[in-house]
């Protein structure tokens, strides 16, 4: 089987994944009045961890819901069932399956699929970025025309000061933000060229692991605010740009407000 080949089985199963996502679901909190687990997302999470390790027998998983198994293989998935379960639970229609192969811990494929608004993106290493099989790539916008996409870290209200110290300032400089809850799609949308900018404080590996493949392979930037690499086995404070430029200016704004990391 070709690398190709291989993707396009990936994209299969992540496109199949979606039709758990049915408004019959039960619904459950983790901790908080945010922080929300449906039996849809257990439903997509078991489905995709089943039809994947068929594609590749013996690989390891870092999943939101059920964590851990396998650590330290070659072959990793990181799983995301449902970004943006709060926008699922009320029927905002802002929500997408992603799912990251990544080798060693590096980047190789990423797949994300919104079924609301039937879009699927897929990119693999070295090999481009596309949105149900056509080629995307991101805007050539400068900072001051750049739509900068954040939140105020709802898991983490403690942190809701310094967010919104650095979405003052972005915003002073661009030309405007939004905020549509999910990460998966506001980094989708960045690859695709809509928007220009993306900054969380305190992001979970699943949140980021597939789109940023996508990012990248679409001519993008990611990073870690902090750290030299993005490291998949915590929470990090996350951004992403259009170009290198953007996401250092991006970077100098956040390290203004918040020299010292602030999650772990």
């Not at 945010?34 to 489905?47: G, K, L, P, R």
């Not at 990181?78 to 229609?93: E, F, Q, S």
């Not at 983490?156 to 650095?166: G, M, R, T």
Request: net charge negative; with cysteine; charged share 25%.
């Amino acid at each position: 089987m070709t690398d190709r080949e291989f993707q396009q089985n990936i994209e299969e199963v992540v496109r199949e994944a979606a039709s758990f996502m049915t408004r019959d679901f039960t619904v459950e909190s983790k901790g908080s009045i945010a922080n929300q687990v449906t039996s849809s997302d257990v439903a997509v999470e078991s489905f995709l961890k089943e039809q994947l390790e068929r594609l590749l027998p013996g690989s390891g998983f870092i999943a939101e819901e059920s964590g851990k198994e396998h650590a330290g293989t070659e072959y990793t998935w990181i799983i995301d069932p449902i970004d943006g379960t709060a926008n699922y639970v009320r029927d905002l229609a802002r929500s997408a399956v992603s799912v990251g192969l990544y080798r060693s811990m590096e980047p190789f494929i990423g797949v994300t699929y919104d079924p609301y608004r039937g879009e699927l993106f897929s990119a693999r290493k070295g090999a481009g970025a596309a949105c149900n099989g056509k080629a995307v790539h991101v805007s050539d916008r400068d900072f001051a025309h750049s739509l900068f996409c954040t939140s105020l870290s709802c898991y983490k209200k403690e942190l809701a000061h310094i967010n919104a110290q650095i979405l003052e300032k972005v915003y002073a400089k661009s030309d405007d933000f939004r905020r549509f809850g999910s990460a998966v799609i506001e980094l989708t949308a960045l690859a695709a060229g809509r928007v220009e900018l993306f900054s969380e404080i305190s992001l979970s590996p699943w949140d980021h692991a597939a789109a940023r493949v996508i990012v990248e392979e679409a001519g993008g930037c990611v990073a870690s605010v902090y750290e030299d690499y993005v490291d998949y086995g915590k929470q990090i404070s996350f951004i992403a740009a259009n170009n290198k430029e953007n996401l250092e200016q991006l970077r100098d704004i956040i390290l203004s407000v918040a020299p010292d990391p602030v999650t772990e």
